[in-house]
Structure formats: structure tokens, C-alpha cells
């Protein structure tokens, strides 16, 4: 019990710093990348929120970004391996282009994914908890306080700069 506690801990970190560090690195908080994006900023900065961590959440709603795509990679190669995860990806890629979403963080998230959660499972870790992983990731992101985690977000982006 505690050592699959210990391993969905592990995958939800791993997770969750991926997902922050490629929409950090494809620049998700600077401004909304997709429609709809800058009203849900606006809404979580009259809240008490950053802007800036706004601005990535209201990417992350908006369009398949490094949330989604971890979490379709993960699922994939659950089903299929890494022919899965890579299966995913270009899904993730046809939902960008539906999207009209004009960067890559979902699908370079989900390709790094899938090879995130292959290796993990070589070293014992169950694709499963990973797609667990992935969910609380989102939930810490999106579900549990706009107002707090969009300030988190705020907060990496200003060390990232």
C-alpha cells in the first residue's frame, strides 16, 4: 500500500513538472495563445489571481496543451506502449491545428510523455499511475484554487524570465 502510494507521489510530481516546464518553455503565461484564454485570465485575476498564471490556465482550458497531451500519452502507452503514446501525440497535433492553437506545448508535452511514462514502467512504475498522476497534476493546477495556483504559476513564470 505505501509503496503504491510512493509511486503515484513519484508520477504525479513527474507529471506535474513536465507539464509546468513545457508550458513554461513554449511561454503559455505571457499572453493567451488560443480564444477564450485572456477572458478566463481576466476573470481569475478579479479573483484575487496572477494574470500570468491566469493566462496559462485559460491555454490550458482552451486547447489541447502539456496537460492534455501528458495525459493522452500516459493513456496511450497504458493501451498500446509507446506505438500508443506516439498515436496520441498526433492526436494532440490534429487538436492543436482544430484549435487554431498556434504552439506545440501539448504535443511536444505528450511525445516527452511517452517516453516519460515507458521508462517509468521499465523501472517499476505502472503506466496506471501515471494517468492517476496526471489527473492530480490537473487538479492542483486547475481544480483546487484558481486564486492560489494561478499565483504559483505567476510566481515560476517570473523566475523563469
Known sequence: MISSFLQIAFAAISCWVLFITIDMIWA???????????????AI???????????MMGNIVSSPDAS???LLAACGVYCFGIPGGLLATVLVYIGNRICYDPGYAGTTGCFLATFMVYLGTQIGIPAEFFIIGMVI??????????????????AIWRVRR
Open 68 to 70: 492534455a497531451g501528458t
Open 137 to 154: 497534476a490537473i487538479l492542483t493546477i486547475q481544480g483546487i484554487s484558481h486564486r492560489h495556483s494561478s499565483r504559483l504559476l505567476g
Open 45 to 55: 485575476e478579479k479573483t484575487g489571481g496572477d494574470i500570468r498564471g491566469g493566462t
Open 28 to 42: 503559455l503565461p505571457r499572453e493567451g495563445g488560443v480564444v477564450g484564454a485572456k477572458a478566463i485570465a481576466t
